[in-house]
């Protein structure tokens, strides 16, 4: 069975820094391409960013609202993806949900965790 | 940047076709998925590729794309369809989502 477990959401000041992590279990974490998805308070979903698999060169995206703020990462020796978030603004407050990328005809969010909440507020 | 927009809300009966749209520039040369979020918990993929559904998925749930519009189809809607529904696409490197249609099943 696949499972994502996200973690590291806490209250954070705005201009703070925090680090969420997701657990990847029952899935070949090596190979696969991972993204993080986000969603404020009663609003809708809103992509964050994605790593590629390091066999396929581990290069990043963003969204425009976070690039220069938000860095993704990965272990693969421990089957961890990795988003670290800086300079954070209350409109970054969110729930965080990471994701396994599937490419079957064409990119799509296949599995998710259940996510994990970060609020920005002084 | 790339936007896709959907209704905020759609209302249907149950046991009728509900039908849910999503409007982008030149949308059919792109592929969408929609997925679905139940209060609470997390989304899950119901279309792919435009029109395929993942293992799982009700046959009752079927998608089409072309031209600027995508379209999700719930045929025989059960009050268990009830929830959010929103349609994504890649736009060079990014994805993009739209802002979610509100499905209520009275």
Known sequence: ?122 | SYELTQPPSVSVSPGQTASITCFGDKLGNKYVCWYQQKPGQSPVLVIYHDSKRPSGIPERFSGSNSGNTATLTISGTQAMDEADYYCQAWDSSTVVFGGGTKLTVL
């Open chain 1, 1 to 122: 069975e696949v499972q994502l477990v996200e973690s590291g959401g806490d209250l954070v000041k705005p201009g703070g820094s925090l680090r969420l992590s997701c657990a990847v279990s029952g899935f070949t974490f090596t190979t696969a391409w991972m993204s993080w998805v986000r969603q404020a308070p009663g609003k809708g979903l809103e992509w964050v960013g994605r790593i590629k698999s390091n066999t396929d060169g581990g290069t990043t995206d963003y969204a425009a609202p976070v690039k220069g703020r938000f860095i993704i990462s990965r272990d693969d020796s421990i089957n961890r993806l990795y988003l670290q978030l800086n300079s954070l603004k209350t409109e970054d407050t969110a729930v965080y949900y990471c994701s396994i990328m599937e490419y079957t005809s064409s990119w799509h969010f296949d599995y998710w965790g259940l996510g994990t909440l970060v609020t920005v507020s002084s």
